[in-house]
């Protein structure tokens, strides 16, 4: 009976887990590391492989501690790529670095007889207090920033919708206005029409007993007149006369000092 001894903790830094019998089905296994970023900001990785035994001679022939290598080489892996981000590349690609480690290096695991379905960080901290408190503020500032746009970009939003409905109004009211000048238009034409038409039949009307135009003419004038005096007169208004509007004269008949006054209205 082979016993094999695999490394067991987070950190793989104890190589006392000894079997007897080996487990085929996937299962998930945690690590936890330290790596340093382009900057020179260490921090502590965690997170988990899905993985399996798929071929267990292969497995035996290359090693004795199968999570032990796993680990370590994912380790190493993940230094070098970290190795070459800075905090903020990292913070923002840290899922794609993770993809990147084991999907690169399948090789590796093959020979060794074990499957990586998937490896995924699940957290990162940093290693030192002092720079935690600094990447809690840098994350803070961050999400202060991410809100003030996120309010920005609202407002913005309101400020667009009150444009385009002012634009909206003023259109309906461009329309609104070319509608009433279209209607006032149609009915100057109309009261026009039938001032023509009121014109044309007076004048026809009269022919026979005035033939002259101009004659007939002065008279249309002279009602013209006299409707705007009655307009004039429904309003309570009152009306002066000039001496140029009134015909006024002074005579002396009988010799003596009687007068007399005419007067006529020229309409």
Not at 180 to 205: H, I, K, P, W, Y
Request: hydrophobic share 35%.
């Amino acid at each position: 009976m082979v016993e094999l001894a695999w490394s067991r903790g987070r950190r793989r830094e104890r190589r006392d887990l000894i079997l007897k019998k080996i487990d085929l089905r996937p299962t998930f296994m945690s690590f936890e590391f330290n790596c340093r970023t382009a900057d020179n900001v260490e921090l502590v990785l965690e997170g988990t492989f899905f993985w399996e035994v798929v071929d267990l001679q292969a497995m035996y022939q290359r090693t004795w501690d199968t999570t032990g290598d796993v680990c370590s080489h994912a380790r190493s892996k993940f230094i070098e790529r970290v190795s070459k981000a800075t905090l903020q590349e990292f913070m923002r690609d840290f899922n794609r670095i993770a993809e990147t480690v084991h999907k690169e290096d399948d090789d590796f695991y093959r020979s060794r007889g074990v499957l990586i379905h998937s490896l995924e960080v699940s957290g990162y901290r940093c290693a030192e207090s002092s720079t935690a408190q600094i990447l809690q503020q840098i994350i803070q500032e961050t999400t202060n920033r991410m809100n003030r746009r996120q309010q920005q970009e609202s407002e913005n939003e309101w400020q667009l919708l009150q444009i385009k409905g002012d634009i909206e109004e003023e259109r309906a009211k461009t329309e609104l206005l070319s509608v009433q000048v279209e209607n006032s238009n149609a009915r100057a034409a109309m009261d026009g029409l039938a001032e023509a038409t009121r014109v044309q039949s007076f004048l026809q009307g009269i022919a026979a007993d005035v033939p002259d135009v101009e004659k007939r003419i002065a008279l249309w004038n002279v009602l013209r007149k006299k409707d705007a005096l009655k307009e004039v007169c429904k309003n309570g208004a009152r009306l002066y006369y000039t001496p140029n509007d009134v015909n006024l004269s002074i005579e002396d008949r009988s010799g003596a000092c009687v007068s007399e006054t005419s007067s006529a209205c020229k309409l």
